[in-house]
């Protein structure tokens, strides 16, 4: 089954990584909730102008296994949704990842992948097709007023559908070493997951994104970044949709996924988190290189 074209919000938990062990953040473990953390990276972005570039970049995104602290950033007038920390992320592989959180979305490597986050619970995000638009983001209240701010667009490219315990055997042409060592192996583990999160019993469908050089009607994955971080970094763009595509009240509960949109119709959601993005002084990553195994 190929599923439907759909606009996924894809609500996930919004708060900041905070150093746990000097310089350092060691892998989240499932005593506490996924987080954000903002990220100096190497990768390539597109510019307003459509100019490509090649570079250092900076990013919010999802990444939770250990890294290495940069720097302090100072907010300006404290404003708590600056990042106060800046990372470098890196990974050392484990004998047991019973325990620790998973890594979903993955941004790293040639194609964006989501792979699990919401799928045993919501079925209808094990169906989506080809040109389906999935952003990730996070409802923030600021000064009384709700928002949703936006850290990841996946372009869905193409799909492998997997179960759990046969992921690394059945995933291993798709994906990257470091994808399978950061969110599959945490998912196979003998302990249970986070309601929201999967187990190696699940039946569930891994997503590859479009990209530049292979779009979908001419869309491709991105996720807001900016090639200068300066003194205080940057807050996560606050995206405006229609409530049809986006409600920013939405904390948790994916949305969008029952209901099969035009291509037109996806094409031009897309383009308005394009625009919002760039009015907001960003660019758009397309790539960010794997993190380094230590």
């Not at 972005?45 to 250990?66: F, K, V």
């Not at 990257?176 to 302990?191: E, W």
């Not at 309601?195 to 869309?219: E, H, I, N």
């Amino acid at each position: 089954m190929t599923g439907s074209r759909c606009f996924v919000q894809l609500s996930h938990p919004g708060r900041e990584h905070q150093p746990d062990r000097g310089l350092e953040r060691t892998w989240n473990t499932q005593k506490h909730g996924h987080a954000r953390k903002f990220m100096q990276l190497h990768g390539q972005w597109i510019e307003e102008n459509r100019n490509r570039q090649t570079g250092d970049l900076y990013a919010w995104g999802e990444w939770e296994p250990e890294s290495e602290l940069v720097r302090a950033l100072d907010p300006p007038d404290s404003d708590w949704l600056h990042p106060r920390w800046l990372w470098r992320p890196y990974y050392v592989p484990k004998t047991s990842y019973e325990g620790l959180h998973n890594t979903d979305p993955f941004i790293f490597g040639p194609r964006f992948l989501y792979s699990n986050c919401f799928q045993p619970s919501k079925p209808g995000l094990r169906q989506l097709a080809e040109g389906s638009v999935i952003a990730f983001g996070s409802s923030k209240k600021v000064d009384g007023e709700w928002q949703w701010m936006l850290d990841t667009v996946l372009v869905v490219r193409d799909f492998k559908d997997y179960h759990g315990f046969e992921a690394r055997t059945t995933l291993r042409d798709w994906t990257s070493c470091a994808f399978l060592d950061v969110t599959i192996r945490p998912l196979t583990g003998d302990s249970p997951q986070p309601k929201a999160c999967a187990s190696a019993r699940d039946r569930l469908r891994l997503y590859r994104g479009a990209t530049p050089d292979d779009p979908v009607d001419g869309m491709f994955s991105f996720f807001p970044a900016s090639p200068e971080c300066g003194d205080s970094g940057f807050k996560r763009p606050v995206i405006d949709l229609p409530v049809e595509y986006l409600n920013p009240r939405a904390f948790r509960a994916p949305r969008g996924f029952r209901r099969d949109r035009r291509p037109d119709e996806l094409r031009g959601a897309w383009d308005l988190l394009v625009q919002q993005v760039h009015e907001a002084g960003l660019v758009l990553g397309t790539f960010a290189e794997l993190p380094e195994r230590r």
